[in-house]
Every structure is written in structure tokens, then in C-alpha cells.
């Protein structure tokens, strides 16, 4: 009910999609536009089976030395097939629905004269959670006095007309965000490894310790070090075999 209410928080003008297609341009990283239908992960290597966006009915696989997954993986969530080693994965646990009502309108009197407060509802047969009043990336409290009464309202199932007017005298607006926000933590088995096999990686594990932009970033990070020992370790074997053959040709 408190998530994505409190204050303090941020988000980025345009969407926050915008800082990792930033990361991208400044990686110089090659982005193909395609969805990942499977991953066959065998002793290190993984093939991986994926179709350009706009090439649906054409399937490519390639062999691919590190792959990284950052999406989750439990059956709500994704379509994608994962097997290692010949055995299929399976990923335990479930999302959260959360339903978002984004309110152009007027608060009912009944919850306050102040419409910059918080409400919060705990009763567990109330079927909203929380309402707060939203304001643009770019305000400044200095200078914007007329801004506009938008509300988010946190439900935990579809509303009516009739629902949503005891909260609201007035509605000019209403938009609907309906999405699996973050991860059910009733059901919740345990904290897994990064690493799902050599070289094979898991951003996502992550959000069942907490979900939020922020804990993916903490993951990205830590899983680009591992990637980087990788790279290094694999170097390391490379030279080692090339001094031991010349030694072996040595003693010949």
C-alpha cells in the first residue's frame, strides 16, 4: 500500500526508461530489436533462439560465450524457455497485481480539505490501499501554485464508477495502469544466486531482497564484475595453456 507514496522519490522526465537507453548509447553496445523465444545453456555455452521484432515468423539461434537474463523468469512473467544442461527451469514465486487509477479530478471532502495528503487504508476489505496527489518531474513549489489535481490511486481490483466516486466529487480524467508491479512476497522460496551457470546470469533474482530501479542497478553492477572476472579468469587459462605447450615443445 505505502510503495511509490512516500517522499523523497523521483522519476525522470520522459520516463525512466530513458537512463538505460542512455547506458546503451554510452556503451556502444550493438541493440537488436528482437524477443528471446528460448536459451539452451550446455556445459558453458548457451544457444540462444530469438526473432527480430519485425521478423516474427523467422526464428534465429546463435551460440552466445555470456548471456546475461534481466527479466523474470516465474510463469506470469515471461514466455521465455530456459534449459540448462537438458533440464527445463522452472522459477517459483508470483507477482503482484497492482492496479494504478491516474485521477484528473476533485477529492472528496470526506477524506480532508488538504489535498496534498497521503491517504492510507488498512483495512484489508477496502479494495483501495493508498491515494496520493501527483505532481510533474519539473515542479518547483516556488514558482507553481495552479498546478492541476492529479491523483494516483492504488487499488487492489478493478473499480467502478460508482467505487471511484466515493473517493472522487469530481473526475475530468481517469487513466488505468493494470500490470504484475512487483514480486509476491508470500510466496517467496529463497534469495538465489546471480548465477545460474557459467557464464550464465540472472539480473533478477535481486527483487525478491527488494524491487525497485534501484536494487536492478545494484545487481547490473555486481553482475558486470563477475562477467569481468570471467573474461579475466578465461584469459588467465589462455596464457597458462599457451606457457605450458611452450614448455612441453621446450623439453622436446
Excluded at 494516483?152 to 495502469?177: D, M, N
Aim: some cysteine.
Amino acid at each position: 500500500s505505502l510503495a511509490g507514496i512516500q517522499g523523497g522519490l523521483w522519476n525522470v522526465e520522459g520516463g525512466n526508461y530513458q537512463i538505460p537507453k542512455c547506458l546503451l548509447a554510452m556503451s556502444g553496445a550493438t541493440y537488436l530489436p528482437a524477443s528471446v523465444n528460448s536459451i539452451e545453456y550446455t556445459n558453458g555455452k548457451s544457444n540462444v533462439t530469438y526473432h527480430l521484432l519485425d521478423n516474427p515468423n523467422d526464428p534465429i539461434s546463435n551460440e552466445f560465450d555470456i548471456v546475461i537474463i534481466a527479466t523474470p523468469l516465474t510463469i506470469d512473467k515471461t514466455i521465455l524457455k530456459l534449459r540448462i544442461n537438458g533440464e527445463d527451469q522452472s522459477f517459483p514465486g508470483s507477482f503482484q497485481r497492482t492496479l494504478a487509477y491516474i485521477v484528473h479530478g476533485e477529492l472528496n471532502s470526506d477524506f480532508g480539505d488538504d489535498p496534498n495528503d497521503n491517504l492510507f487504508f488498512i483495512d484489508k476489505d477496502d479494495v483501495v490501499a493508498s491515494v496520493s496527489m501527483l505532481t510533474p518531474v519539473n515542479y518547483d513549489p516556488a514558482t507553481d501554485h495552479e498546478l492541476p489535481h492529479v491523483f494516483k490511486l492504488f487499488a487492489r481490483q478493478e473499480l467502478s464508477k460508482e467505487e471511484l466516486g466515493k473517493y472522487f466529487s469530481k473526475i475530468e480524467e481517469l487513466q488505468l495502469i493494470d500490470w504484475l508491479a512487483y514480486p509476491n512476497y508470500s510466496t517467496f522460496a529463497e534469495l538465489a544466486s546471480f548465477k545460474l551457470g557459467e557464464n550464465l546470469f540472472y539480473v533478477n533474482n535481486i527483487e525478491w531482497a527488494a524491487s525497485a530501479m534501484e536494487m536492478s542497478s545494484l545487481a547490473a553492477r555486481n553482475i558486470a564484475n563477475l562477467v569481468g572476472q570471467s573474461i579475466l579468469d578465461n584469459k588467465e587459462k589462455v596464457s597458462n595453456k599457451r606457457l605450458s605447450s611452450q614448455d612441453n615443445n621446450t623439453e622436446l
